[in-house]
């Protein structure tokens, strides 16, 4: 039974977390209200009057507590449906990530189950770097987890008068590496940075100026915008 995800699952997610939670909350904002429906042959997800392009990633259940990945679902495996979900697991093999390639994951050990799971779906998603992920129940005991993929849902752009609460953010989801979370962040937006000693310095695309420290512990101790806090 696993009881902790692994170092190299961890540091992935980590490498996602900041732009991946300020993604989700532009997921949240573009959903419209209303019950939803979904044809798997046809990739298609409906909630209220809009309707996207979708891949399952997997499924949570939550009475056995554990995981299915989509492409190792026997109605799933080897359709479109599941093609993202088979990225993943190919990303997995390419870099000994077992949470990646392991068909299903016994969750019942973890502190937070249903937060293991919702893990394991953000941490799909960042590495299919697709626009969040929609997490709903299916029926009794089971919640489905979809990754649109659909150029319909907007992308959550690098804000600099933001960018201090996205970086603290992204870096409190799992508290394991905030380095990670930082360099990840700029990475997805392809903005470079140089690392110096507990300091990590880059050049916003409008010119700004930032600089984010380090505390004795790793932690973020300051995010500094064009000379100011």
């Keep these: ?78 359709t479109e449906a599941v093609a993202l979900a088979s990225a993943v697991e190919r990303y997995g093999r390419a870099r000994g990530i077992a949470e990646f390639t392991a068909e299903t994951l016994d969750l019942s050990g973890f502190p937070d189950p249903r937060f293991a799971a919702e893990t394991l779906a953000f941490a799909g998603m960042g590495v299919a770097e697709t626009p969040g992920y929609i997490g709903v129940e299916a029926g009794p005991g089971t919640r489905v987890y979809f990754l649109p993929d659909d150029p319909q849902v907007p992308r959550a752009p690098l804000d600099p008068i933001t960018l201090p609460r996205t970086l603290i953010t992204g870096a409190s989801l799992l508290g394991h590496a905030p380095r990670h979370v930082v360099t990840g962040y700029f990475d997805h937006h392809g903005v470079p940075v140089h690392e110096a000693g507990d300091r990590i310095t880059a050049e916003l695309p409008e010119g700004v100026p930032v600089r984010i420290a380090f505390d004795a512990l790793g932690r973020i101790a300051e995010v500094s915008l064009a000379g100011r806090p």
């Design 1 to 78: 039974m696993i009881m902790r995800f692994s170092e190299e699952f961890l540091s992935e997610t980590e490498h996602h977390a900041a732009w991946g939670a300020a993604q989700l909350e532009t997921l949240t904002s573009f959903l419209p209200e209303g019950p939803w429906t979904a044809d798997l042959e046809a990739c298609l997800y409906r909630q209220g009057d809009l309707t996207l392009r979708v891949s399952v990633l997997g499924t949570y259940d939550t009475d056995e507590q554990s995981w299915m990945w989509g492409w190792a679902n026997p109605g799933l495996r080897g």
